[in-house]
């Protein structure tokens, strides 16, 4: 009978064991997915900064306002090293012969 009723016991201290194992470590796994979106919000607050502050600063009104303080100074590219003609940019081709429609 005492054997029966240790037994018994164990069981039921090994159920209970396991349950705060589990328990603790679920807990484990919330606390880590709570830091990171935590750290997600912290990331996503910073990229909207820091793309306001690209959009204010590379705002063209700002541009010629700090052109025309003298606060930025136009600079011609430095001639490359390379003796070879530079070539047009793309964007700014033009047929050679006009087209009538």
């Known amino acids: 009978m005492f054997?029966?009723?240790?037994?018994?016991?164990?069981?039921?201290?090994l159920a209970s064991a396991a349950g705060i194992a589990l328990e603790k470590r679920n807990l484990e796994l919330r606390r880590e997915v709570s830091h990171q979106r935590y750290q997600l919000d912290v990331l996503?607050?910073?990229?909207?900064?820091?793309?306001?502050k690209t959009q204010q600063l590379g705002a063209p009104a700002r541009m010629l306002d700090s052109l025309e303080k003298?606060?930025?100074?136009?600079?011609?590219?430095?001639k490359s090293v390379e003796s070879q003609p530079r070539r047009v940019p793309l964007l700014f081709w033009q047929r050679s012969t006009p087209t009538t429609r």
């Open 44 to 52: 996503t607050d910073r990229h909207a900064k820091l793309r306001l």
């Open 3 to 13: 054997f029966r009723f240790g037994s018994a016991i164990f069981l039921v201290v």
């Open 70 to 78: 003298g606060e930025l100074q136009i600079r011609r590219p430095e």
